[in-house]
T-cell receptor
Framework: ETGVTQTPRHLVMGMTNKKSLKCEQH?????MYWYKQSAKKPLELMFV???????ENNSVPSRFSPECPNSSHLFLHLHTLQPEDSALYLC?????????????FGQGTRLTVV | TQLLEQSPQFLSIQEGENLTVYCNSS?????LQWYRQEPGEGPVLLVT???GGEVKKLKRLTFQFGDARKDSSLHITAAQPGDTGLYLC???????????WGAGTKLIIKP
């Protein structure tokens, strides 16, 4: 496989469930990102990992918990979500976190919280 | 709050027409990227502009970075159905390399 792969593609979960989103990149990149995309709103950066270290947490509620066990894998653990958390969650990677670096995105996980 | 405003939010035109999408901010960016996102896919980078006044061409797409590096435009000549998608601009901040995203322009080209 090449590029950035996200699983699952679609997820429906109840507000009391616990689930995890997975992202894997085969590009040899050292920076990985979680974004939230809601209709008609700008992409919201949630978390950034650079060389496996979390460098940014943009005021994301604690019901979202990221994990980066190595530079190729990124997880987003979800628990006790709210209906307003329903959105497309995009994972991205880049060679490093720095100037003029291109972000390579996965296809996203469409999350619906019921 | 740093904002990047895109206009129009939605555009539906006939094949063969020309169009321009705008991306405006009061902030200065070190660079600006344009992405296209198709349904069911993640955004894909089209171009990065770095220098004030820079113009880059990608086949029928022309990208321009404003002289003051606060705004950008994307012009499509003779639009085709394959150009349909969500066009996103993202400005890179000098201070922390973070990307500030616009909300996107949804473009539909009708055959």
């Amino acid at each position: 496989e090449t590029g950035v792969t996200q699983t699952p593609r679609h997820l429906v979960m109840g507000m009391t469930n616990k689930k995890s989103l997975k992202c894997e990149q085969h590009l040899g990149h050292n920076a990985m990102y979680w974004y939230k995309q809601s209709a008609k709103k700008p992409l919201e950066l949630m978390f950034v990992y650079n060389f496996k270290e979390q460098t940014e947490n943009n005021s994301v509620p604690s019901r979202f918990s990221p994990e980066c066990p190595n530079s190729s894998h990124l997880f987003l653990h979800l628990h006790t979500l709210q209906p307003e958390d329903s959105a497309l969650y995009l994972c991205a990677s880049s060679p490093y976190k720095g100037m003029n670096t291109e972000a390579f995105f996965g296809q996203g996980t469409r999350l619906t919280v019921v | 709050t740093q904002l990047l405003e895109q206009s129009p939010q939605f555009l539906s035109i006939q094949e063969g027409e020309n169009l321009t999408v705008y991306c405006n901010s009061s902030s200065v960016f070190s660079s600006l990227q344009w992405y296209r996102q198709e349904p069911g896919e993640g955004p894909v980078l089209l171009v990065t502009v770095v220098t004030g006044g820079e113009v880059k061409k990608l086949k029928r797409l022309t990208f321009q970075f404003g002289d003051a590096r606060k705004d950008s435009s994307l012009h499509i000549t003779a639009a085709q159905p394959g150009d349909t998608g969500l066009y996103l601009c993202a400005g890179e901040m000098d201070s922390n390399y973070q990307l500030i995203w616009g909300a996107g322009t949804k473009l539909i080209i009708k055959p």
